[in-house]
């Protein structure tokens, strides 16, 4: 299912790796270093494999183009029995966490770190609208023990397709998403999280006195081939104004907005469906600017 935010994006027209905090369960070789913007890339495991991540590296031997993989996407359900939310698994995400010896710890070994996307999924469960604090800590457990489970590295949240109100669900409210975003970092406080600046979760993060705004590690404008600062306050190393879809935002805007992340100091670059096959001339549109070499694809 393709993102609501890309495609509006599509017509509409500097952290260090090593400043990474993760807390991965498999054991990985140290990647080469390299100096400049972390690259993240979500991966529509519906069409395509994760293994996909690990083979672009900088040709003059200064590691991984992609730092950050995103399993493009777990759910968010509602029993309309229970009237609860749960974590739901279609079939292709189901067979990537199945097979993590293969699928996932490949990457991890390379130093990448892999995080799962959840999304909702038509049914009137979201984020933003969990009943009690009680509701959302519940969903928050589900949430951390996949990343145990699955030995991952940690969770993105992405506020698209709830449609809110189906189902008798209810509408956003003002405390849902700080209750689970704090019940989730405490759950699991060195695992990344981020945000997908989208929908109404994203403009309700303070509520009774608790901002999350610093549970979360990275938060990125949502909005293909457009630059657009995410409306929360982290540093700028932990956010992306760039946004692109590789192969169909124009070489030259994914190099213009690259260049842009370098020049006004931002820490991420933001990359969406990596497909299969070799793709790294218009990667390198991007990996030129950022970190001064070309990429190189290694099958």
Do not use: C
């Amino acid at each position: 299912m393709v993102k609501l935010g890309r495609i509006t994006a599509l017509l509409a027209g500097a952290a260090l790796l090593a400043g990474m905090t993760t807390g991965t369960s498999a054991a990985s070789t140290a990647a080469p270093r390299k100096t400049g913007p972390i690259t993240v890339a979500y991966v529509e495991v519906n069409n395509n494999s994760m293994l996909n991540v690990g083979k672009y590296e900088l040709a003059q031997g200064g590691g991984n183009v992609f730092d950050i993989g995103v399993i493009f996407a777990a759910n968010i359900n509602y029993d309309t029995a229970t009237k609860s939310a749960y974590l739901y698994f279609n079939p292709n995400v189901r067979n990537v966490l199945d097979h993590v010896s293969t699928q996932v710890r490949p990457l991890q070994a390379k130093g990448i770190k892999v995080l799962l996307s959840i999304l909702g999924n038509h049914q009137g469960a979201g984020f933003a609208n969990f009943p009690s604090q009680q509701a959302a800590a519940a969903f928050a457990k589900q949430l951390s023990d996949a990343v145990t489970k699955y030995g991952l590295d940690g969770v993105d949240f992405d506020d698209e397709y709830a449609e809110y109100g189906t189902n008798g669900t209810g509408q956003p409210n003002a405390g849902s998403f700080v209750h689970l975003v704090t019940a989730l970092r405490a759950a699991m406080p060195t695992k990344l999280i981020s945000l997908y600046n989208i929908g109404p979760a994203a403009s309700r993060l303070s509520y009774g006195g608790v901002d999350i705004t610093s549970k979360f590690n990275y938060a990125w404008n949502p909005y293909y081939g457009t630059w657009g600062v995410p409306n929360i306050a982290l540093p700028k190393s932990g956010l992306s104004p760039a946004a692109v879809q590789i192969a169909a935002t124009s070489a030259g805007t994914a190099a213009g907005l690259a260049q842009r992340t370098v020049s006004e100091g931002y820490g991420v670059y933001l990359t969406y469906n990596l497909g299969a096959g070799d793709s790294h001339t218009y990667i390198s549109s991007f990996t030129k600017p950022l970190y001064g070499q070309d990429a190189v694809y290694r099958p």
